[in-house]
């Protein structure tokens, strides 16, 4: 049984439409990354998020800890957009980043 | 610009060879980790180091070997007792360690191809 689960695995979209990426668990956890791999593989974080929601520019994040669900939106979406997007819960059993789980991923192509 | 340099990019090695991956950091960092993605799967987790001198092993460390002699370098060798070593293995590192949480910063990876 997969502890993250995110939906959809492949997402296409066309410039400027709105964008959400779920993400589920199943442990209880402390803490939330979303994480955005670009098709070279490198990987960057976007947020880092233990309850409500966050926002740069135009990605945000949102987090309901009781409902263990975070969704990933991004408005006004862009080419510059496709990646893939990561969502890594960390547990709270653990108490190290040494325990975070990774979901499988989303790929987001935005098409101009 | 502080952040994390991973080299070589691209490897090819022979069967029964070690390998040694390079990742270096210059953002002060206690913490770093060493992951691996295979196609279709999430990052899983080779080793870890929250602190020079330590080092923990992950879900996957069978094959593989660290050492974190410097706080700004943690290489991974990988052996030649890992059974399928082709793989794409990430380098990362962050503010948080123990019971604290931080941003996590990762580098460009190294692409490593077992002939």
């Known amino acids: 049984k997969n502890e993250v689960e995110q939906s959809p695995q492949n997402l296409t979209a066309q410039e400027g439409e709105f964008i959400t990426i779920n993400c589920s668990y199943s442990v209880g956890i402390s803490a939330l990354h979303w994480l955005q791999q670009h098709p070279g593989g490198g990987i960057v974080s976007l947020f880092m998020l233990s309850s409500g929601k966050k926002k740069h520019g135009r990605l945000i994040a949102t987090i309901n800890i009781q409902e263990k669900h975070s969704s990933l939106h991004i408005t006004a979406s862009h080419p510059r957009d496709s990646a893939v997007y990561i969502c890594a819960p960390l547990p709270n059993y653990g108490g190290s980043q040494g325990n975070l789980i990774f979901g499988k991923g989303t790929k987001l192509s935005v098409k101009p | 610009d502080g952040g994390i340099t991973q080299s070589p990019k691209y490897l090819f090695r022979k069967e029964g060879q070690n390998v040694t991956l390079s990742c270096e950091q210059n953002?002060?960092?206690?913490?770093m980790y060493w992951y691996r993605q295979d196609p279709g799967q999430g990052l899983r987790l080779i080793y870890y180091?929250?602190?020079?001198?330590?080092?923990q092993k992950g879900d996957i460390a069978e094959g593989y070997s660290v050492s974190r002699e410097k706080k700004e370098s943690f290489p991974l060798t990988v052996t030649s007792a890992q059974k399928n070593p082709t793989a794409f293995y990430l380098c990362?590192?962050?503010?948080?360690?123990?019971?604290?949480?931080?941003?996590?910063?990762f580098g460009e990876g190294s692409r490593l191809t077992v002939l």
């Open positions: 953002l002060n960092h206690d913490a």
């Open positions: 180091s929250q602190i020079v001198n330590d080092f």
């Open positions: 990362a590192s962050s503010t948080g360690t123990g019971g604290r949480t931080g941003e996590l910063f």
